[in-house]
T-cell receptor, first 116, second 115 residues
Framework: SQQGEEDPQALSIQEGENATMNCSYK?????LQWYRQNSGRGLVHLIL?????REKHSGRLRVTLDTSKKSSSLLITASRAADTASYFC????????????????FGQGTILTVHP | ETGVTQTPRHLVMGMTNKKSLKCEQH?????MYWYKQSAKKPLELMFV???????ENNSVPSRFSPECPNSSHLFLHLHTLQPEDSALYLC??????????????FGSGTQLSVL
């Protein structure tokens, strides 16, 4: 089973509303990253949050991390039509001994549609 | 632009063809990656190169053959592909080879269709 799973699979909102996407993972991590992908394009890095951090902000983006629940959320405030994209979380998993596997594992993503 | 350029953007090939995908990064990064993105599946890591040396081969079939002549260029040679290999192939780079604390910079991808 995959390491990161986003929820919901699809989200449709109106411009100006907030959008919240969640990511759950199964093993301990060193960090968690969020990426955005516009249709048919490459992924663009948004935010990296380390396992000892609980919250990070970047412009209209707010990411939280709860390692006890093995989950993260991405909040986009005051959404715009240009925010329409797929959003992925990616985790750097580590084994029981704390050693990283040294590679990012991506979830299937949340498709966000923001209507003008 | 992310600083990572992939060509071609679209490719249609028959199962007996040989073709190559090209990736070039202008960021001075040391690590480069090939990912496969299929519909309704998570991004799959295929290969990782660090300072031109392959550090990861994620059980990829031999019909996919990577080549990294220097830290700025990465190729994926395709030979005798199957229709299920149709996907978006993404190249990425990062400063260091372990993306633990690194962010990845992706190219726009090559949309491959195998007929």
């Amino acid at each position: 089973s995959q390491q990161g799973e986003e929820d919901p699979q699809a989200l449709s909102i109106q411009e100006g509303e907030n959008a919240t996407m969640n990511c759950s993972y199964k093993t301990s991590i060193n960090n968690l990253q969020w990426y955005r992908q516009n249709s048919g394009r490459g992924l663009v890095h948004l935010i990296l949050i380390r396992s000892n951090e609980r919250e990070k902000h970047s412009g209209r983006l707010r990411v939280t991390l709860d390692t006890s629940k093995k989950s993260s959320s991405l909040l986009i405030t005051a959404s715009r039509a240009a925010d329409t994209a797929s959003y992925f979380c990616a985790t750097d998993a580590r084994n029981a001994g704390g050693t990283s596997y040294g590679k990012l594992t991506f979830g299937q993503g949340t498709i966000l549609t923001v209507h003008p | 632009e992310t600083g990572v350029t992939q060509t071609p953007r679209h490719l249609v090939m028959g199962m007996t063809n040989k073709k190559s995908l090209k990736c070039e990064q202008h960021l001075g990064h040391n690590a480069m990656y090939w990912y496969k993105q299929s519909a309704k599946k998570p991004l799959e890591l295929m290969f990782v190169y660090n300072f031109k040396e392959q550090t990861e081969n994620n059980s990829v079939p031999s019909r996919f053959s990577p080549e990294c002549p220097n830290s700025s260029h990465l190729f994926l040679h395709l030979h005798t592909l199957q229709p299920e290999d149709s996907a978006l192939y993404l190249c990425a780079s990062s400063q260091g080879w372990t993306p633990i604390n690194e962010k990845l910079f992706f190219g726009s991808g090559t949309q491959l269709s195998v007929l």
